[in-house]
């Protein structure tokens, strides 16, 4: 079987496509019942690392009118309703999945060398409570995917008779770690309010 790809997605540039945030940084203070999706980062080097968060307000807009997404440098981005649309589609095909038996449910590429990175793709189950719960997959479905490879598909060992990374999970991972290629400072305050919503998931 031929895995070797060339990945491609019509979500990809969703970042650089997305309209600045018009309001000052500080002003970003979304609820926790606004958030849509988290994506993290655990590695040797990086532990608790933050990738991207999506969500439904900015704490002035009506929810639902807009999707906030901030990157792995703070910096917050009105996105596109044609990438928000896509973002859903993906984010939908991703749950239906079947689940692996593997911690944080992670599917596992084949690499040659050892402690890859783990993508943590986090998706509240309901609208979140103010405050977080003691274990987070009681609020959290979590897929995961480990050494990620824009150019490799096959799966270190088949899931449930599967043999290469999902389509939907291929792009969708591929496209939120795009929120890693930001330069530029961090915006410190941002990042912090931002990980105080996402609770106890590190």
């Given at each position: 079987?031929?895995t070797?790809?060339?990945?491609?997605?019509?979500?990809?540039?969703f970042?650089?496509?997305?309209?600045?945030?018009?309001?000052?940084?500080?002003?970003?203070?979304?609820?926790?019942?606004?958030?849509?999706?988290?994506?993290?980062?655990?590695?040797?080097?990086?532990?608790?690392?933050?990738?991207?968060?999506?969500?439904s307000?900015?704490?002035h807009?009506?929810?639902?009118?807009?999707?906030?997404?901030?990157?792995?440098?703070?910096?917050?981005?009105?996105?596109?309703?044609?990438?928000v649309?896509?973002?859903?589609?993906l984010?939908?095909?991703?749950?239906?999945?079947?689940?692996?038996?593997?911690?944080?449910?992670?599917?596992?590429?084949?690499?040659?060398?050892?402690?890859?990175?783990?993508?943590?793709?986090?998706?509240?189950k309901t609208?979140?409570?103010?405050?977080p719960?003691?274990?987070?997959?009681?609020?959290?479905?979590?897929?995961?995917?480990?050494?990620?490879?824009?150019?490799?598909?096959?799966?270190?060992?088949?899931?449930?008779?599967?043999?290469?990374?999902?389509?939907?999970?291929?792009?969708?991972?591929?496209?939120?770690?795009?929120?890693?290629?930001?330069?530029?400072?961090?915006?410190?305050?941002?990042?912090?309010?931002?990980?105080g919503?996402?609770?106890?998931?590190?």
């Amino acid at each position: 079987m031929t895995t070797t790809a060339s990945w491609t997605s019509p979500l990809s540039g969703f970042l650089d496509r997305a309209d600045p945030y018009r309001r000052s940084p500080t002003e970003f203070k979304p609820p926790r019942s606004a958030l849509q999706l988290a994506v993290l980062r655990n590695a040797p080097a990086e532990p608790e690392g933050f990738t991207l968060a999506v969500f439904s307000s900015d704490g002035h807009t009506p929810d639902g009118e807009k999707r906030y997404a901030v990157d792995n440098q703070g910096i917050v981005r009105v996105l596109q309703d044609g990438d928000v649309n896509t973002l859903q589609s993906l984010v939908g095909t991703v749950l239906e999945l079947p689940v692996t038996d593997a911690f944080r449910n992670t599917w596992v590429l084949r690499y040659q060398r050892t402690s890859q990175p783990i993508e943590r793709i986090l998706i509240p189950k309901t609208t979140l409570p103010a405050t977080p719960a003691t274990n987070y997959e009681d609020e959290f479905a979590e897929t995961s995917v480990q050494a990620f490879n824009y150019e490799e598909r096959q799966l270190r060992n088949p899931v449930h008779g599967v043999e290469v990374l999902p389509q939907s999970l291929w792009e969708l991972t591929g496209s939120v770690l795009e929120a890693r290629k930001v330069e530029g400072g961090e915006d410190l305050a941002v990042l912090s309010y931002v990980r105080g919503l996402l609770g106890n998931v590190f």
